[in-house]
Structure formats: C-alpha cells, structure tokens
C-alpha cells in the first residue's frame, strides 16, 4: 500500500486504469489505523487487480474538501479515474470482497 497526495493524486488515481481505493486518513485518527491491516490484507490478495492508496486528509485538505470527506476513514473506490462507491468508517474484508466483486 502506498500513500498519495495532492501533487500525486491525478496520476495515481484520476488517470490510471482499473480500480484504485482510496482510504482518506489521518495519523491521529484511531479507527484509521485500526483499518490499515485489513486494507493492507485486501491490496496484498487483489495485488494486480487493485491499487489500495492512502491520502492524508491533514497534508491533503483540498482533496478531502473536493471529495466531501467530513468523517474519517473514509474510503473512495474509482474505476478508470472516476469515482464508484464510497464507505465511511471501519470496514472488514468481507466488506472489500463484496465492493470488488462488483467491479472486477
């Protein structure tokens, strides 16, 4: 999993194909990091079919702001650039099978 930011963002995720999820955190929000193990398990298991980002909605106010994002984690998954469903809070993997499984 790696992390993205404003001056990356375009090219990470608005102009790459496939699906790309993006979890909008922070270092100081508890439940986002409670997430980042299964986050972690879901890139690893999609390795190839899914690109699992982190944005930083401290470093990255603007993005979160043109994404709506008031409560964090939240999760945007786009498909060729443009956004498809969103979650707000901790989510388990059968949650992630479920989103792809529509998608891939």
């Not at 995720?13 to 100081?28: E, N, Q, R, S, T």
């Not at 508890?30 to 879901?42: D, G, K, N, S």
């Amino acid at each position: 999993m790696k992390e993205t930011c404003h001056g990356t963002f375009r090219e990470d995720v608005l102009h790459k194909k496939g699906l790309v999820l993006v979890d909008f955190w922070a270092p100081w929000c508890a439940p986002c990091r409670m997430i980042t193990p299964v986050l972690e398990e879901v890139a690893s298991d999609f390795s190839g079919k899914l690109d699992v980002l982190k944005l930083n909605v401290d470093e990255s106010p603007e993005l979160a702001k043109f994404y709506k994002i008031q409560s964090i984690p939240a999760l945007i998954l786009f498909k060729d650039g443009i956004p498809q469903e969103g979650a707000i809070g901790l989510r388990d993997r059968s949650y992630f099978e479920g989103l792809l499984e529509k998608y891939l």
